[in-house]
């Protein structure tokens, strides 16, 4: 079946430290990777996402590089902001059997001024 | 635009007692879901509906009912609610195709005592 696994948190950040979140994942065939993120008190929205290998994604700042050869898709920010603190969720799409997103169990970031 | 409305916010239920979650969106979107969020587990599907007339169960659909009441429309009923049922709800449409985004409602925290 598909499963995406994320690096648990929760990551504490001072200001403009970089960020990384490790994201894996198991799927058949050639999956869309997505990450979303959740601000306090607010639903999903997507981030950023890629649709084959080595497509690169970003938005606002984040990068993510979909790696088939390690299953991987890890979300990067070169100097995070007290306004990135939220809980960040990596997922995943079948190609052929788009009506389920599987999604990673989150990983908390807060960032301090 | 409103996007993905829910309805109630929140609500606290007693063991047994009946409810329906309400969701609608303005994006003439095919496809919604119902997900729930538990911490620690991510966001887990309920029960989806790929287009108006058709349902089908997600990953944990016992204890749950659905109804696609029309293209906007996609309510979640729990008949006997339980303790287990406390959870964040979350309801998402997508307009489906290869790839696609899923844009999702501000939820529903529920409370079962």
């Known amino acids: 079946g598909n499963s995406v696994t994320q690096m648990e948190g929760p990551v504490t950040l001072s200001e403009e430290a970089f960020l990384t979140i490790n994201c894996t994942y198991t799927?058949?065939?050639?999956?869309?990777l997505f990450w979303y993120v959740q601000y306090p008190g607010e639903g999903l929205q997507l981030l950023l996402k890629?649709?084959?290998?080595?497509d690169k994604g970003s938005n606002k700042g984040f990068e993510a590089t979909y790696r088939k050869e390690t299953t991987s898709f890890h979300l990067e920010k070169g100097s995070v902001q007290v306004s990135d603190s939220a809980v960040y969720f990596c997922?995943?799409?079948?190609?052929?059997?788009?009506?389920?997103?599987?999604f990673g169990a989150g990983t908390t970031v807060t960032v301090r001024a | 635009n409103a996007g993905v409305t829910q309805t109630p916010k929140f609500q606290v239920l007693k063991t047994g007692q009946s409810m329906t979650l309400q969701c609608a969106q303005d994006?003439?979107?095919?496809?919604m879901y119902w997900y729930r969020q538990d911490p620690g587990m991510g966001l887990r599907l309920i029960y989806y509906?790929?287009?108006?007339?058709?349902?089908d169960k997600g990953e944990v659909p016992n204890g749950y009912n659905v109804s696609r009441l029309n293209k906007r429309e996609f309510s979640l009923r729990l008949e006997s609610a339980a303790p287990s049922q406390t959870s964040v709800y979350f309801c998402?449409?997508?307009?489906?195709?290869?790839?696609?985004?899923?844009?999702f409602g501000p939820g529903t925290r529920l409370t079962v005592t």
């Open positions: 890629a649709t084959k290998a080595d």
């Open positions: 799927a058949t065939g050639y999956p869309s």
């Open positions: 509906s790929a287009s108006e007339g058709t349902t």
């Open positions: 998402a449409s997508s307009e489906g195709g290869d790839p696609y985004e899923q844009y």
């Open positions: 994006m003439n979107h095919n496809s």
């Open positions: 997922a995943l799409s079948p190609r052929f059997n788009d009506y389920k997103l599987s």
